[in-house]
């Protein structure tokens, strides 16, 4: 492979190189050697495209100029391969050309997705023409080794549905990293998706062969007579019995689709395939009615509660207590839409560089009332305009700086006394809703290093003390936990 396609060491410069080979490659006159000189070609690109992506998801690696141009040299790179594999495959369709095809497709897919863009149409169209065409042939199951190396075979009706159940997994509530996790567990998983004959509708999702359309989930009565259904299959017990895994081991080991990928953007995004490759959607958007003004936004969580702090007046002080960072100006952005517990907002230029799925913000609606929510989706728009689809977690958050309650039997380095007195082991919270609250159970945000279940913690309040218990977990992000907590009388 390194003789028949050399290339640059530096992954940009390799995915340069590789166009030149991949023209040269698909120049072949004979039908069979254009197939293996493409898929090498193909096969040669991966560790340099893995290099590249790598870098891509590495938030703190550079800066939103130079991490949009590593995505860009990516997207010229996949979508210039796609082109010429899909053409193989149409000139000279096999169980090879096919699966090279439908792999590039994918690739491509997730770049897309990365940017919360819609995936054009074509692609749609030439990933279940390839697929039916196989399928028609006679060789959509006939077992075919994508790369050299690999140890495991695929199928072109497993590269289909990789590339479907990546695409109904709902991507546009997850931020880059866990995309690729997202990414990484379908192709661990592929083999046991399901593929329904034409007429049977017992799986989730659907698509319409030979149309434009994308896979979506299987509801309403809008369904094309012949959609064919697909869905996790044993896939989702397979998920399962990973999530058991993470619940028994220590949070940080939990690492099943790659030591590069953080621990907690594995685990996020496994619970969240489980949550969205059941028959029963959990989430259904709003119907949201246009809206408009401006909002100021506080993003990252200490900026968050500084933010909200501000309103009461004892944000200075308090903040120093926990942290040296200076206050952060709120960003403002414009309102386009709202309905249930969301707003939708357009994300300016100048936010994007920190703007994802997940991010806990700090909002001021109408000039003076203090609200904190979630990017909930993030979507960009044809004209280039992205916009975030933010849920409220609550409209009245209350800041305090809770104090942790020492465990009399574990070895403290200071006692209890000496906690309440100099004020040590403070942390700064915001309690959501408290019991007061009908609309949902009491919860608040706290850091992660903070956050124990079971831990109790106490708020003085006029002299008095209140004490809470942490529950569960119901959130986990880059730079907080959402949990839900319980009032007790006092500490055990």
């Given at each position: 492979m390194t003789d028949a396609v050399a290339v640059s060491s530096d992954a940009t410069t390799a995915l340069n190189d590789l166009v030149a080979h991949l023209q040269s490659a698909a120049d072949t006159e004979d039908p069979k050697e254009r197939i293996d000189a493409t898929g090498k070609v193909q096969e040669a690109g991966v560790p340099h495209f893995s290099a590249l992506l790598a870098q891509y998801l590495d938030d703190s690696s550079a800066s939103y100029t130079a991490h949009e141009a590593l995505w860009k040299s990516l997207a010229n790179y996949q979508t210039r391969l796609t082109q010429v594999l899909c053409t193989v495959a149409a000139g000279a369709l096999t169980a090879d050309s096919a699966t090279h095809a439908l792999r590039a497709v994918r690739a491509l897919v997730k770049l897309h997705l990365f940017h919360y863009a819609d995936v054009p149409e074509k692609l749609w169209h030439i990933t279940s023409t390839i697929h039916a065409s196989a399928e028609k042939n006679g060789f959509s199951t006939t077992p075919v080794q994508a790369y050299s190396g690999d140890h495991t075979m695929t199928s072109v009706e497993q590269e289909l549905l990789r590339v479907l159940m990546l695409h109904v997994s709902m991507p546009d509530m997850l931020d880059a990293e866990?995309?690729?996790?997202?990414?990484?567990a379908v192709e661990r998983l592929g083999a046991e998706f399901t593929l329904r004959q034409p007429g049977v509708t017992d799986n989730p999702f659907c698509y319409e062969p030979g149309s434009s359309n994308a896979p979506k989930r299987a509801v309403g009565d809008d369904l094309p007579g012949n959609a064919r259904y697909f869905g996790p299959g044993l896939g989702y017990d397979s998920l399962e019995r990973l999530a058991k895994q993470a619940a028994a081991g220590k949070p940080d080991d939990f690492k099943p689709f790659g030591k590069d990928l953080s621990s907690l953007a594995q685990s996020n995004a496994v619970q969240h395939l489980l949550a969205f490759w059941r028959t029963d959607c959990p989430y259904a958007p709003p119907e949201h009615s246009a809206a408009s003004g401006s909002i100021l936004v506080a993003h990252g969580y200490a900026h968050v509660w500084q933010h909200v702090s501000e309103a009461s007046g004892t944000g200075e002080l308090s903040l120093l207590a926990d942290s040296v960072m200076m206050p952060q100006a709120p960003e403002v952005w414009e309102l386009r839409g709202e309905g249930g517990d969301e707003l939708v907002a357009e994300v300016p230029p100048a936010s994007r560089g920190w703007a994802k799925c997940g991010a806990v913000v700090?909002?001021?609606?109408?000039?003076?009332?203090?609200?904190?929510?979630?990017?909930?989706?993030?979507?960009?728009?044809?004209?280039?305009?992205?916009?975030?689809?933010?849920?409220?977690?609550?409209?009245?958050?209350?800041?305090?700086?809770?104090?942790?309650?020492?465990?009399?039997?574990?070895?403290?380095?200071?006692?209890?006394?000496?906690?309440?007195?100099?004020?040590?082991?403070?942390?700064?919270?915001?309690?959501?809703?408290?019991?007061?609250?009908?609309?949902?159970?009491?919860?608040?945000?706290?850091?992660?290093?903070?956050?124990?279940?079971?831990?109790?913690?106490?708020?003085?309040?006029?002299?008095?003390?209140?004490?809470?218990?942490?529950?569960k977990a119901i959130r986990r992000g880059d730079d907080f936990v959402r949990a839900t907590f319980e009032w007790i009388s006092t500490p055990d």
């Open positions: 866990q995309i690729e996790v997202v990414d990484r700090g909002l001021t609606i109408n000039e003076t009332e203090r609200w904190v929510g979630l990017i909930r989706r993030m979507h960009a728009e044809s004209d280039g305009s992205m916009r975030a689809y933010i849920a409220v977690l609550s409209d009245q958050p209350q800041t305090h700086s809770l104090r942790e309650v020492l465990d009399k039997h574990a070895d403290n380095a200071f006692t209890e006394a000496a906690s309440r007195q100099f004020g040590l082991s403070e942390v700064n919270t915001l309690i959501l809703a408290d019991e007061s609250d009908s609309g949902q159970p009491p919860n608040l945000m706290i850091k992660p290093d903070h956050w124990k279940a079971g831990r109790v913690y106490e708020l003085q309040e006029d002299n008095t003390s209140r004490y809470l218990r942490g529950l």
